[in-house]
């Protein structure tokens, strides 16, 4: 799991680069990355000048996060273990709660409650990021190779991911929470889709 997450923080650099200037947050606002892995997206904001946070369920990946942040210098991120489904932060809390390729890989249910956790801590007219699979996945080299990228992880994540294509993806996802949409791109091949929301 630990190699693929290397591998894919390099396939997506310049994700975690646009992610900031997309939110279009103001420097010195509040982030959270839900699902944060390895940590890229919460410095690529600390970067930035937003003091931002990542959570992760898991300790092993939150020890590289924190070593990346060890590396970084930047004072304005930090990393905690939380379950992302139930979030240990207030109501209404920060400006800006994003996700990115941390919902397909999971079950309907926790999908579900992590996309109303997000819409819970962020502010009112706070903005929500997020980023996963496009859906339909591209019949293109870039959609062959994730395929078989998410079925070589584990069974339950290519369950997963499967249902997740399924269900209609993010698009399906938002429609259940009180919120705007801002607006949408599709990147890398027309493999992944960005979003920006608003609370309403
Ligand atoms: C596919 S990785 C995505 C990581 C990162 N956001 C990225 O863009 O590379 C999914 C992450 O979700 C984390 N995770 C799984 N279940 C979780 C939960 N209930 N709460 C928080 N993190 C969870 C995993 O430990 C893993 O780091």
Known sequence: MLHYQILV??????????????????????????????????????????????????????????????????????????????????????????????????????RKKIVSEMTRVVKENGTLILVDFQVTLPANISGLIARSIEFLIDGDHYRNFKDYLRSGGLENLIKTQNLREGERVVLKNRLVTAMRMAKS
């Open 9 to 110: 923080d390099r396939l997506l650099r310049d994700i975690r680069r646009f992610i900031p200037i997309f939110a279009n947050i103001q420097f010195g606002a509040s982030a959270l990355d839900l699902c944060c892995g390895t940590g890229e997206q919460v410095l690529e904001f600390g970067r930035n000048g937003i003091t931002a946070t990542g959570i992760d369920i898991n300790s092993n990946i939150l020890k590289i996060a924190l070593k990346n942040k060890a590396k970084s210098n930047l004072e304005n991120v930090s990393f905690q273990q939380a379950d992302a489904t139930n979030l240990p932060f207030r109501d209404c809390h920060f400006d800006c709660v994003s996700i990115s390729f941390g919902l397909h890989d999971k079950a309907r249910i926790s």
